[in-house]
Structures are given as C-alpha cells and as structure tokens.
C-alpha cells in the first residue's frame, strides 16, 4: 500500500522569505506525485505533478518540487512567498497503475506581511 | 472549466439519520470520488468509482455507501449516521485515472456535523 507524510503540519513563514513543504512518501511500486492547493474557502486544486522525466517539476506561479528516488521525497519549494500563498498544501501519491490518489495530512502555510 | 457540485455546504444531522450526499459534474468525467477532511489527516478516500453502476473501496469505506446511477451524479450514503462521521466531505471527478495524467476536480466541500 502507499501512504505519504507530511512533516509539518503548520509553517508560520514571512512574506518575501522563501519555504520548503516537506513529504515524504512509502511505495513498493513506482509511483506519480502531486501536490494540491487548498485555498481558504475554496476546493483543492492541483499546483504541479511529477509523473517522469526531469526530477524538478514547476507551478506558473513560482513553486517547484524535487522528486528524490533514493530518499523518497517530493519536497515543495517557494524561493519568496506572497500574502497570496497563504493556504493547504497536499501532497499526493498514485501508483504508476493505480487508480486512486493518496494524499497527506496537509501543510497549513501562513505568510504574515 | 470543470465544475464539480455538492449539493448542500453544510448539513447537520442527528445521529442514526441517514444521510445522502450529493456531487454533480458536468465535464462526461469517467472518474468520480468521495474523500473525508479531517485536520491532521489530511484526505482520506471513501470510495470511487470509475464507471456508471461501478464502485470500489476506498480506504476508509466503513458506514458508507455510495451510488452512480447517472454519469455525472456520484452520491454518498451514511446509512445510519454517528458522531465520527462529523467532518468535511470532498467529492472529485477526473477523466481518467489519476496515474494517466488527468488531475482531479474538486468540489467545494460539504461540511456535515451529526450531533
């Protein structure tokens, strides 16, 4: 079965300092990795994906995530958030073949002005 | 845009009522979901299904059920509901399976409390 691991779950940040959303992730099988945005008030939606190719997967508004095989980490990455950054970040996890998305327990980001 | 519906965005119900939950799309998608949101745990899927008439568990199915009679129409089901039921649902839909490239859609939430 895979399961994923957000390890923190709040991160107080600045605005205009940079931030790092950590998830880790448990699979005996290869397996695609998202992350998910959550906005007050509004439903989730998907803010960048890893399924092959390069390890270093960008968002339009200035995200990034590295997919690490060997440490089994798919870590988000702001080098300087926005007010507008403010939310729930999840991270998820599909098998290759699979058919349903497991997700973490969120990271609640909270950039203060 | 996709749009994804929940019918009600918050509901209160009392313990061993049965409770339906609705979700609506409106883009063909074949995939729909239904996750619980509770702080902490993050997303836990309760059951998809991938095709009209056709379901599977999820990975906390206990006291649902659901039904898809329709395409586009994924409802929920608290036979008889408890307590720990208390939390926020999130219905998705995708037009294939999330290991095809194809992102999930959510709705905005239905947040139910049994008292």
Not at chain 2, 31 to 37: S, T
Not at chain 2, 51 to 63: A, F, T
Not at chain 2, 78 to 100: D, G, I, K, R, V
Request: proline residues 4%; charged residues 20%.
């Amino acid at each position: 079965a895979q399961s994923v691991t957000q390890l923190d779950s709040q991160v107080p940040v600045f605005e205009e300092a940079p931030v790092e959303l950590r998830c880790n992730y448990s699979s005996s099988v290869s397996v695609y990795l998202f992350w998910y945005v959550q906005y007050p008030n509004q439903g989730l939606q998907l803010l960048l994906k890893y399924l092959s190719g390069s390890t270093l997967v960008e968002s339009i508004n200035g995200f990034e995530a590295e997919f690490n095989k060997s440490q089994t980490s798919f870590h988000l990455r702001k080098p300087s958030v926005h007010i507008s950054d403010t939310a729930e970040y999840f991270c998820a996890v599909t098998k290759a073949a699979g058919n349903k998305l497991t997700f973490g327990g969120g990271t609640r980001v909270l950039v203060k002005p | 845009d996709v749009k994804v519906t929940q019918s009600s965005r918050y509901l209160v119900k009392r313990t061993g009522e049965k409770v339906f939950l609705e979700c609506v799309q409106d883009m063909d998608h074949e995939n729909m979901f239904w996750y619980r949101q509770d702080p902490g745990l993050g997303l836990r899927l309760i059951y998809f299904s991938y095709d009209v008439k056709m379901k599977e568990k999820g990975d906390i199915p206990e006291g649902y059920s659901v039904s898809r009679e329709k395409k586009e129409r994924f409802s929920l089901i608290l036979e008889s509901a408890s307590t720990n039921q208390t939390s926020m649902y999130l219905c998705a839909s995708s037009l294939e399976a999330p290991a095809n490239n194809s992102p999930l859609h959510f709705g905005n939430g239905t947040r139910l409390t049994v008292t």
